[in-house]
């Protein structure tokens, strides 16, 4: 068998026929389909070395290889070695097909045989190897080179988007998702109007049966039960359209301005002994306002007058603070709301802040601040505080450090955070960090949170 | 900004002279309503992890001077870092007043009154407004769904019994199923019995409404006290889990007794003690290991022998629960600021209702985890990766979350209309989630026996 790959088979009309494209029509060659291969064919069967073998014909003057034969003999001829071309030699063009060697592939057994060489090396490498090739943009790994060019060159260039936002590369699998999704949204909007009419839930649903089991159906339970955006109800709005309106809300979204006083109004609830009103159901009865507002903003607080609220609010500010930095705790709470809003740069979000932090290395001790107090602190304890700087922050490798003391816990702290874990690896760099990867003294910077490869991302 | 208050010191304010500060001149705003500048934040920070080391090496006079200038930058009613600073040294003094002076602990806690209803509404305000346990529960009730695929009796047990919303909506789904509603048992656990009465009365009437047989077993105990023996499982049932954001008060134990033989008192070499207390320190089940808890394994363990088809869990994904104090200060930080961005992001609530969020819940979790320690430290957050070898070990399997699952779940999250919001699916079947990137909690299923 194995002398028969030497002479692989020529492709059809190589040698005999050197004028590409004469073949009369009628002489086409009807092609199998894959995995059913011609009765009469002759059957191959390779080990995986010689089918991942590439280069086995080798020059033995200068070593170089070759696939074929025909071109280890060409190469020959520049070498003045003697040479020999061989030809077809029988009659007959015996076709050729090719198992799989891998034992537990349906294309081991000869009647599924695979009719070309390339292809069950391509097969081979797909389903049995390992896969070497990785795209760039979005992670996918090949096993067969060309198979990764062949993507890499559509990678991204084409994209179907979901109206959920969802992003897909291949047509089937949006097409699939966008059945689920049409599904969902469907019965959120079926849901939503008819909760409008102010029934109970278990009343008013259809149970519809699409086919997919528990699918649609799970969707208008969840949608009603959870559903963060409670209806439209008129009589609702008007209530608590002022009500937002005085508790600075003047934004757009009133409806879950809607959902923010339902919470209210089950907080009120409390006291009245009924915790678990159904929020679609609590629509029908709009709450008494005043009573809810007292009850959140503190009990102790006895007006339901508006601005007896926001002035005594500030009473409990300005306690805490001392009076020359009053301005810290802005004391009503319009402002405070307002320069909560006013900060929607990432810049100041605590987050982003944080990560700042730890890329500028905002930890190092600088021992002339301490004296700047007139702390006597010891030489020691200064240097200790600098040891515990370098232990502790940013140890992305266990530190062997001999200290002592409190360092003997942080380092078995340390060395336990970076216990192997089998096989979670790749977890580590996408879990924002660990406890790993913080580098406080600027060694090397790194981002507390991961943004992780797209494959998981979305 | 630096330079009108340090006039008095040089021309350009050093790292040392800008925290010079002299009482009174403690404001970063240079007038009403002006956002402190990057460079004060950053100040803030670093002082913070200044005090930290403080207070790591229990040193009180240094701990107190610069809890002292915090205080001054740091508020409950600023930005979102200085809120959340602000808690962060109320722990801070926490933990010194416990260690250094608990007379004075003690004292002062003697007239605390827990206002537990006030905590429930703290929770409830959370639940509604953020999506984060929405989420863990469509997720549980959707896995629940999978795999009882086909059963006719079902009995859930559930460890934190505090919102009947889940379960409610679960009643609804059962009762759409093409089969028909199983004969269906809840046993919920939480420490009030007032809850688990509003609990039980509550999915009782749901139940008989769409008449399914159901049974609610409360169980009033919290959850690291309870005792296995009070769950009554039959044979016959298909058992589900549902935890979310319980499990690791059950790491809590007393960690005096490792301190005990720590190579302080004995005078050891590092290694030398660490061969002896056991040859491989990073197995789970080693004594210096964060994840060695009697409590923890033996719930497992219970849990694992009821057989349960399926056991969701979410938990905080971060790492509140290493040794070392000043890292989990850090982490504690590096995981509750999205959470201040987060809530500061919700345009629907007052600052007020915010404010009761920060307090009553972020507050007080990260009172627990830095100022506590022992049996009373409950919050040891732990992540995915740790839970993996503690679950594996004890024999449970991993269960991959359904495709539909987590479309369901991103579909939800629309409703919210916020685009921080964003479910991370992992190629093992979990799902983490996150807020503008940043990792919050993560959700896995498991079932007993591995998975083929």
Not at chain 1, 259 to 276: E, K, M, R, Y
Not at chain 2, 199 to 220: G, N, T, Y
Not at chain 2, 393 to 398: P, S
Not at chain 2, 415 to 423: Q, V, W
Request: glycine share 6%; with cysteine.
């Amino acid at each position: 068998m194995l002398e028969n790959m030497a002479e692989e088979a020529l492709p059809n009309g190589f040698v005999e026929n050197p004028i590409a494209g004469s073949n009369p029509p009628a002489s086409k060659k009807k092609r199998n389909q894959p995995g059913n291969p011609d009765p009469e064919a002759e059957v191959i069967a390779l080990s995986p070395k010689t089918l991942m073998a590439t280069n086995r014909f080798l020059c033995e003057i200068c070593g170089k290889g070759f696939q074929r034969d025909q071109n280890l003999q060409l190469h020959r001829r520049g070498h003045n070695l003697p040479w020999k071309l061989k030809q077809r030699t029988s009659k007959e063009i015996r076709k050729r097909v090719y198992v799989c060697p891998e034992k537990s592939c349906v294309h081991h057994h000869a009647s599924r045989a695979l009719g070309d060489l390339t292809g069950i090396k391509k097969h081979f490498c797909r389903k049995h190897g390992e896969k070497k090739w990785k795209c760039e943009k979005c992670a996918k790994r090949y096993a067969v080179q060309s198979d990764w060019k062949a993507h890499s060159k559509t990678c991204g260039t084409r994209e179907y988007r979901c109206d959920c936002g969802t992003i897909f590369s291949r047509r089937d699998s949006f097409i699939t998702h966008r059945a689920f999704c049409d599904a969902l949204a469907e019965e959120t909007a079926r849901l939503n109007a008819a909760s409008n009419m102010n029934n109970a839930v278990a009343n008013n649903i259809n149970y519809h049966f699409m086919g997919t089991p528990l699918g649609p159906s799970m969707a208008q339970h969840f949608s009603s039960i959870f559903k963060p955006i409670s209806s439209n109800d008129e009589a609702i709005n008007q209530t608590t359209r002022g009500l937002s309106l005085w508790m600075g809300q003047g934004s757009s979204q009133e409806s879950i301005g809607n959902n923010n006083l339902h919470g209210i109004h089950q907080l009120g609830s409390v006291s009245s002994g009924t915790i678990f009103g159904d929020p679609l159901v609590s629509c029908s009865n709009p709450p008494p306002s005043d009573y809810q507002l007292n009850w959140v903003f503190g009990t102790k607080l006895s007006s339901s007058n508006a601005e007896e609220l926001t002035a005594s609010n500030s009473l409990p500010l300005t306690d805490v603070k001392e009076a020359g930095t009053q301005l810290l705790s802005v004391p009503s709470l319009y402002s405070t709301q307002h320069q909560s809003h006013q900060t929607p740069s990432a810049n100041m979000s605590a987050t982003a802040l944080l990560q700042k932090a730890a890329q500028i290395g905002v930890t190092t001790t600088d021992p002339s601040f301490l004296g700047s107090f007139g702390l006597k602190c010891s030489d020691s304890q200064v240097r200790d505080g600098n040891k515990l700087c370098g232990v502790l922050y940013g140890t992305s490798n266990p530190i062997l450090s001999t200290n002592i003391g409190n360092d003997v816990e942080n380092l078995a702290g340390d060395l336990l955070q970076v216990h192997p874990a089998k096989r979670r690896h790749t977890m580590n760099e996408e879990s924002g960090g660990g406890g790993q990867t913080r580098d406080f003294l600027g060694v090397g910077v790194q981002t507390i949170c991961h943004p992780s490869s797209i494959n998981g991302w979305i | 900004m630096a330079g009108h208050q340090d006039a008095r010191y040089s021309a350009t304010p050093s790292s040392s002279q800008w925290m010079s500060l002299s009482p009174g001149l403690g404001s970063p705003y240079t007038m009403i309503g002006t956002p402190p500048s990057e460079e004060w934040c950053m100040e803030l920070l670093r002082l913070i992890k200044e005090c930290g080391n403080h207070v790591a090496a229990s040193n009180m006079p240094n701990a107190n001077i610069m809890l002292e200038q915090i205080s001054r930058l740091a508020s409950a009613y600023g930005s979102p870092i200085q809120r959340i600073a602000s808690y962060c040294i109320e722990a801070f003094a926490e933990r010194m007043l416990r260690t250094k002076l608990p007379g004075l602990y003690n004292a002062f806690n003697s007239t605390k009154i827990s206002l537990v209803s006030e905590e429930n509404v703290a929770q409830r305000l959370f639940y509604n407004v953020c999506p984060f346990i929405k989420v863990a529960y469509l997720i549980t009730n959707q896995a629940i769904i999978e795999a009882m695929e086909g059963e006719k009796r079902v009995h859930i047990i559930d460890l934190y019994s505090f919102e009947p919303e889940q379960w409610i909506d679960l009643l609804h789904t059962f009762k759409a199923r093409p089969e028909g509603p199983p004969c269906l048992k809840i046993t919920g656990v939480h420490d009030q019995r007032v809850v688990l009465e509003q609990m039980a009365v509550r999915l009782m009437a749901e139940a008989s409404k769409l008449e399914i047989s159901f049974h609610f077993i409360p169980i009033v105990s919290k959850l690291e006290n309870v005792d296995t023996e009070s769950f009554c499982v039959n044979a016959g049932e298909a058992i589900a889990i549902s935890s979310a954001f319980q499990l690791h008060s059950l790491l809590a134990f007393d960690e005096e007794v490792p301190r005990r033989i720590s190579p302080v008192a004995s005078k050891r070499p590092l290694r030398k003690f660490l061969e002896e207390v056991s040859p491989d320190f990073t197995s789970p089940s080693s004594i210096l290991s964060p994840s060695f808890s009697p409590k923890m394994r033996n719930f497992l363990s219970f849990l694992r022998r009821l057989s349960p088809k399926v056991m969701v869990i979410a938990e905080q994904e971060a790492n509140h629960n290493g040794f070392s104090f000043t890292e989990r200060v850090k982490e504690a930080l590096d995981f509750y600021a999205p959470l201040f961005d987060c809530l500061d992001s919700i345009r629907s609530i007052t600052p007020m209702e915010r404010q009761m969020i920060e307090k009553m819940i972020f507050g007080e979790e990260i009172k627990n985890i830095i100022a506590c320690e022992g049996v009373e430290r409950k919050e040891r957050h732990e992540k995915l990766e740790k839970w993996i070898l503690r679950l594996e070990q004890v024999g449970f399997g991993w269960v991959k979350l359904s495709y539909y699952n987590i479309i369901h779940a991103r579909k939800y999250l629309q409703n919210y209309g916020n685009d921080g919001y964003n479910i991370k699916e992992e190629e093992d079947g979990y799902v983490v989630f996150c807020w503008n990137r940043c990792p919050l909690f993560s959700i896995s299923a498991w079932q007993f026996g591995r998975q083929k």
